[in-house]
């Protein structure tokens, strides 16, 4: 794995501190394609005015909601990226009228977006070799782009899913291009029936050497503490309600052992776990 | 060219366009967005005399054309504020102006005194009209007797331009607003949130972790208009008018209500290069108009 090159001044900035020269951009994008993928899933593809910035897997966007009825932006993780033909890809699972107006976008129209924001994922300047990526519902989104990322690292990830039910296992196909994809479903309809923690793949807690997961809070605890007893390094991705996305309102707050109260937005979404106070 | 400039007792802006406290965290968070050094201020967050953790998460609803915030006065305290937040703020080239709130009239008075020793200071905000805390805050801010309190406390303390920022959640704010113009005040900021709450119908539960929080955005404008209208014609001191303001039309409304000048909060989380905006589209309303400058407008209502 390449370690992180930024520095200031010859201080080597730990990765935690990227998102601080990343710069953030506001523009209005093109969409290039919006499909269903799924039940309640829309693949929103947006392009981008020029070269695409520097991005890291686990960082969001916010997008302006094209409805009159919805004020505040809806912040979405950035799911695939095509560098050469300057493409964003965002997977969205509709919930409500902010989600519902972005699934009706059609191709040409325009989008303003601000991105990327956030602090993703740390694999630029760890050291990693065999990682467990376990997402859970539309919480798989950021983790496509984790697994190209990882994949131009030359490290082959394994996928372990979760949901309801198989039709809920999203872009199935596209995950197996970078890695091998085990699926647990609640009702057994695919893969092996259960949650994400109870898995075969888990019994051999010794295969992985770091965990980085998304999706509901509750599979991100039963995660986590996994984790925790096994002594494997892990990563979560939090989703809190936010409203500006850059720092700013103060509004999607995780308390944490080291600091505090600290933004979503901002310090996040992805936190160790040894930060969060998730374990008492 | 059109003169934007403005004054809010000694203070000069160089236009009428403010970001509103706990909108635009301490400026540097819009430096990729915007040129921010063009705004006439910037109010940074609610700064208190110790640190606070603020309420817990949840602590933001969504609600038709507008939002419910309950963050509760989150920051890291005055001292922090001078060594750390203070060194970086001074070197934007516009205003900075610190949002000052307290849970009693000692925290306040000491708050404001240290602010007062920090030369690229030029003035502070005093809220006594934060909806989200459990002592102090809006407490002051609805009786005119513990508002002229507080604000002729600080008074004694502080020298440089002193703003207080007014809640609407009150019968009468003109009534608050001359109480504390004679307590000295230079210049009254309204509206504050107001008061309001959501309910998750199927869960049964509040939404916000205090049950109920501050409401802003568009929704508020109307009554926000009507204060500042009644507020500007009852004291003389200048006015300063926020709420739900998402234009420059919108920014003009409020200073022909009487508004001397006008703050932005609740659409830089919409559009975080909205203030930009603003200042562009007033200059454009007063040439269009054949005005020479944002005086002419102040109070111009027909």
Redesign the interface.
């Known amino acids: 794995m390449p370690h992180c090159q930024l520095s200031i001044l010859n201080f080597k900035l730990p990765s935690q501190y990227i998102y601080i020269l990343m710069?953030?951009?506001?523009t209005d994008m093109l969409v290039a394609d919006n499909r269903m993928v799924g039940p309640g899933a829309t693949l929103l593809t947006l392009s981008f005015p020029g070269e695409l910035p520097d991005m890291v897997a686990g960082q969001f966007a916010e997008l302006?909601v094209p409805s009159a009825?919805?004020?505040?932006?809806r912040p979405i993780s950035i799911h695939f990226i095509d560098r050469e033909r300057k493409l964003v890809e965002f997977l969205i699972q509709i919930v409500g009228e902010g989600t519902s107006s972005l699934a009706a976008l059609k191709q040409g129209d325009t989008l303003?977006v601000?991105l990327p924001l956030g602090n993703g994922f740390n694999y630029r300047s760890t050291h990693i070799s065999k990682p467990l990526l376990i997402g859970g519902g539309v919480g798989m989104a950021p983790l496509l782009f984790l697994g190209q990322e990882l994949s131009g690292h030359g490290i082959r990830p394994t996928f372990l899913f979760g949901g309801r039910t198989e039709a809920l296992i999203l872009r199935q196909e596209e995950f197996r291009k970078y890695g091998d994809l085990f699926i647990t479903t609640e009702d057994g309809s695919a893969g092996e029936k259960g949650f994400v923690t109870n898995h075969s793949l888990l019994m051999d807690s010794e295969q992985f050497d770091r965990i980085y997961a998304c999706g509901p809070t509750p599979m991100l605890k039963a995660v986590a503490h996994w984790a925790k007893d096994h002594e494997t390094a892990c990563e979560v991705s939090l989703e809190?309600?936010?409203?500006?996305?850059?720092?700013?309102?103060?509004?999607?707050?995780?308390?944490t052992a080291d600091s505090?109260?600290v933004c979503v937005c901002?310090v996040g979404p992805v936190f160790n776990i040894d930060r969060l106070k998730w374990f008492n | 060219m059109v003169q934007l400039n403005t004054k809010i007792g000694s203070l000069e802006l160089k236009n009428p366009v403010m970001t509103a406290s706990?909108?635009?965290?301490y400026g540097t968070?819009?430096a990729?967005?915007m040129d921010i050094e063009r705004l006439g201020a910037i109010i940074v967050?609610g700064t208190t005399l110790n640190p606070r953790?603020?309420n817990?998460?949840?602590?933001?609803?969504?609600?038709?054309?507008?939002?419910l915030?309950a963050?509760g006065l989150?920051n890291k305290g005055v001292d922090y504020f001078v060594d750390h937040i203070y060194p970086e703020v001074r070197k934007i080239q516009t205003n900075i102006i610190v949002n000052v709130s307290g849970s009693c009239i000692d925290d306040y008075v000491q708050t404001a005194s240290i602010i007062n020793t920090l030369d690229d200071i030029p003035a502070i905000e005093l809220n006594i009209s934060c909806p989200n805390v459990k002592q102090g805050g809006m407490a002051f801010g609805v009786k005119p007797e513990s508002a002229a309190q507080v604000v002729s406390a600080v008074r004694k303390a502080y020298d440089k331009t002193l703003i207080v920022k007014l809640s609407p959640n009150v019968t009468d704010i003109t009534e608050i607003a001359r109480a504390v113009e004679g307590a000295g005040a230079d210049s009254v900021s309204l509206i504050n949130t107001m008061l309001g709450m959501a309910i998750d119908a199927e869960k049964r539960k509040p939404i916000l972790s205090t049950i109920t929080g501050g409401m802003s955005?568009?929704a508020v404008k109307p009554v926000a208009l009507r204060m500042v209208w009644q507020t500007a014609k009852a004291v003389k001191i200048p006015v300063i008018g926020l709420g739900g303001i998402c234009s420059a039309t919108d920014a003009i409304e409020f200073l022909l209500a009487g508004a001397s000048a006008i703050q932005i909060g609740?659409a830089?989380?919409?559009?975080?290069?909205i203030s930009e905006k603003v200042i562009d589209g007033i200059a454009d309303y007063l040439e269009r108009h054949h005005f020479t400058g944002v005086q002419d407008i102040i109070g111009a209502l027909e």
């Open positions: 710069k953030k951009f506001q302006q009825k919805v004020l505040l932006r303003n601000l809190h309600r936010m409203a500006c996305g850059i720092g700013a309102c103060l509004c999607c707050v995780e308390d505090g109260n901002k | 706990g909108t635009f965290g968070e819009y990729d967005f967050k953790q603020g817990p998460y949840p602590r933001m609803a969504e609600t038709p054309s507008g939002m915030n963050v989150q955005g568009p609740t830089n989380f919409i559009d975080p290069s």
